[in-house]
């Protein structure tokens, strides 16, 4: 192919080659020398491929693809294999679709709850986080279909992402945010790497030479291209230096034109420019292997079959105080809240999937019980309004039952791409709800729907609570599956619940800044911080009930070869077949350095008849114990302890290790090992550890290119720019709820992206030209 390649770009002008570094339009990527458009579509628990032109946010409706769980419950399977199968699928939806890249998976870190997008990533582990994604690559890739694993890098927030400044200290960019990344593309090597909004440490991440080129490229060997979120480009000839291939969307010459005029300017060598284009001929001729196929269209049923028996793997059972569950179907269950009509069972944004066929859980409970279910709608989803009539009849309902199985967790318009949370509360009609059916029936199980943490107050008033995340277009049959013993929960938390907002030291740096971010709690992210502080979550990290129970014993270790090699024995103790998710963690408590107590460094998933034994197996490569040091990983010499367990907080076995390394040496993060009350230092220690002084923060006016459309409002040019956007982007066909999140998608669009985004209707010399006419108007106020 290489040789192909070349022959290829010898033939191209210097036209062509500009040409093919942008996209044709919002999906498609350009043709040159008779090569194919080839289409990308985001993903990625779902093939969106949308339907006629695409809208000015991107979420207009699409072609009817299975939707699968979305990663937070994805994730929540800690098993490898599945995730590959789930790959697998989606390859085969897009190749029937002719779609050559699928967007996705997210790799981002869950550094704070109110993520809006949170739901679209798999854990605050970057070794957990790394090793799905490594999975779900290679079986899309594995049908011939590329992938673009995303944001990279330390995109954590939906709030200004396009102008967001981040910053972050080396070792947290190194052995948290970039490492699950780093873990995916050496094991998978994703045809694309999605490059994020946001800037990093004062640089746009689309023009970020360090990340892009010397990381990514140069010291990772990424094989691929870089390819920009839509409208991520900040400046198109300092991204292709930096490593930024493939800009899109596409459907505007301006940066064709800014290329050849650098190009003859000598800012960018031509030699450089051919390295780009050559990646993207590379994709675009991987991509035609494929497309020159001919397949047999995928089976939508069988695929929505796959999609139950995924989604019944997702579910994380929380509680279950006096067996409760599994439910018996000669009882009569009171099936409360609209969810089990309604389901929600995705996010919102550009992942919004259109679903071959959706089955919600009242139908499944009907097939379980027949007669003996009782049903209410119990509250309102659209809105977050008290309702007197809905709430009497539920609890009249919950009388009635035996048991009561209460279908709650958060709105449609609660969590999205485009905005952030504001708290973690479930809406407060539905916290109603609980408290009347509480109060008149004990038997009660909370079924959560929500694609990220929520807090409960009223944790100690039911019996049961079982974590559905976002399962999916067949959550309501897999819901009955779990809930009726058909099949055993088995997953586990890939990230912590917390009793209250206040106790994550991230979130004391959040959302104070609009447009700056600054990760001060360092590596005390999610578990690392709560088993550090050694403080309660409200469930931790690996957490997972099943209908069985299980036993460790026999733990083995050696160390040989460079790898640490684990063994030891897990025993079904109960009654019922179950699958166990025993995790290994590892710490050092003598450091010279400040680490986390503990940290994952392999797991295993292990399916066992009752009384049933079997001996797991898990090696950890000795560079795992690495800790970035003085511009370099390394291993720090001395005793390291192994924790084998059910969850961080509930280890079984423990063995001290001796390991060969060499001495490390203390940098100016040893500042953390002398904060132990808030685990984040103040802005002058934050500055230290960073090497530099955080810059001025910016301010508002005078108006720029990167003025994002919410802060152009109270500007009447700028209003009227709004409302000429919303009502682009606006379809009659939206909800409220849909309206809102494409409201706030363009909101938080800069001018400087808008020439891309609109397909050239308002171009940069118009943008330009805007923005003298605003500041000109703010002279006159």
């Excluded at 599994?326 to 999937?353: D, H, M, T």
């Excluded at 999205?416 to 973690?424: A, N, P, V």
């Excluded at 107050?457 to 067949?474: F, M, N, R």
Aim: glycine share 8%; charged share 25%; net charge negative.
């Amino acid at each position: 192919m290489k040789q192909k390649v070349k022959e290829i770009l010898s033939k191209m002008t210097l036209e062509d080659k500009a040409r093919l570094c942008s996209g044709r339009n919002y999906w498609t990527l350009e043709s040159v020398l008779g090569l194919p458009n080839i289409l990308m579509s985001d993903g990625p628990h779902g093939l969106r491929k949308q339907e006629g032109n695409a809208d000015l946010a991107g979420i207009n409706s699409s072609v009817a693809s299975t939707c699968y769980p979305t990663a937070a419950g994805l994730a929540s399977t800690w098993n490898n294999e599945l995730i590959y199968q789930v790959g697998e699928h989606l390859g085969e939806e897009c190749r029937t679709n002719e779609i050559s890249v699928l967007l996705g998976p997210g790799v981002n870190i869950k550094r704070h709850p109110l993520c809006g997008r949170n739901f679209e990533y798999f854990s605050e582990d970057p070794y957990l986080s790394g090793t799905l994604a490594a999975n779900f690559i290679n079986g899309v890739q594995s049908k011939g279909i590329g992938t673009s694993i995303k944001h990279f890098v330390a995109y954590n927030r939906e709030s200004m992402r396009f102008v967001l400044d981040t910053f972050i200290d080396e070792r947290a960019l190194r052995e948290i945010y970039l490492k699950g990344f780093e873990i995916a593309v050496k094991e998978s090597q994703p045809w694309t790497v999605m490059c994020s909004y946001n800037l990093v440490n004062g640089t746009y991440q689309s023009e970020n030479k360090r990340l892009l080129n010397d990381i990514l490229k140069e010291e990772w060997k990424h094989e691929g291209l870089v390819v920009t979120d839509w409208g991520a480009c900040n400046d198109r000839v300092k991204g292709l230096i930096a490593g930024q291939e493939l800009e899109m969307p596409g459907g505007t010459d301006e940066n064709q034109r800014n290329i050849i005029e650098a190009v003859k300017s000598g800012t960018i060598s031509e030699d450089i420019l051919d390295e780009r284009v050559a990646k993207i001929i590379e994709l675009i001729l991987k991509s035609q292997e494929t497309l020159n196929q001919n397949f047999i269209p995928y089976d939508k049923e069988s695929h929505h079959n796959f999609a139950r028996r995924v989604a019944t793997e997702t579910m994380v059972l929380l509680k279950n105080e006096d067996h409760i569950l599994p439910l018996n179907k000669n009882q009569k269950v009171a099936l409360i809240g609209e969810f089990a009509v309604k389901p929600r069972f995705q996010g919102g944004g550009s992942s919004l999937v259109a679903p071959t066929k959706i089955t919600n859980a009242k139908d499944a409970f009907e097939k379980n019980l027949g007669d003996k279910l009782l049903y209410s709608q119990g509250y309102r989803s659209d809105e977050d309004i008290s309702d007197q009539a809905l709430l009497d009849d539920s609890i009249n309902t919950a009388k009635q039952a035996d048991v009561v199985v209460l279908m709650v967790g958060l709105t449609h318009g609660s969590e999205s791409e485009g905005f952030d949370r504001t708290h973690l509360n479930i809406p407060n009609n539905q916290l109603e709800l609980i408290k009347g059916v509480t109060k008149v029936n004990k038997n009660v199980v909370i079924a959560l729907s929500n694609g990220s943490p929520i807090v409960m107050p009223w944790k100690q008033d039911v019996k049961a609570i079982l974590e559905q995340y976002l399962a999916g277009q067949a959550s309501g049959e897999a819901l009955a599956d779990v809930l009726f013993g058909k099949a055993n929960p088995s997953g586990k938390l890939a990230e912590t619940f917390p009793n209250h907002l206040d106790e994550f030291p991230s979130n004391q740096n959040f959302s104070e800044k609009p447009r700056q971010i600054e990760y001060r709690e360092g590596l005390y992210v999610g578990y690392r911080y709560y088993d550090t502080a050694n403080k309660e979550p409200l469930y931790p990290f690996g957490h997972g009930l099943s209908y069985t129970s299980f036993s460790y014993d026999h733990l083995s270790i050696n160390v040989m070869n460079n790898e640490i090699k684990v063994s030891f024995t897990v025993t079904n103790t109960g009654d019922k077949e179950g699958k166990e998710i025993s995790q290994l963690y590892i710490g050092k408590k003598d450091s010279i350095v400040y680490r986390p107590d503990k940290e994952l460094k392999g797991y295993a998933k292990t399916t066992l008849q009752p009384q049933e034994s079997k001996t797991v197996e898990i090696s950890v490569p000795i560079e795992m114990l690495a800790v970035y040091n003085k511009e370099a990983f390394k291993i720090e010499n001395g005793e390291y302890e192994v924790l084998v367990g059910a969850s961080s907080r509930d280890i079984r076995l423990t063995k001290f290790i001796s390991v060969k390394g060499t001495s490390l040496l203390v940098e100016n993060d040893d500042i953390y090992k002398n904060i132990t009350s808030n685990f984040s230092p103040t802005q002058k220690e934050f500055e230290q550890i960073l090497g530099f002084k955080i810059p001025e923060y910016p301010t508002r006016r005078p108006f720029t290119m990167n003025s994002v459309i919410s802060e152009l409002q109270d500007n009447a040019i700028g209003k009227q720019l709004h409302d000429i956007l919303l009502e682009k982007a606006s379809n009659p066909d939206n909800d409220k709820i849909t309206s809102h999140i494409v409201e706030a998608m363009i909101n938080e669009m800069p001018i400087r992206s808008l020439s891309t985004l609109s397909g050239g209707m308002i171009s940069h010399s118009k943008g330009q030209e805007l923005i003298d006419m605003m500041n000109k108007e703010d002279i006159k106020q």
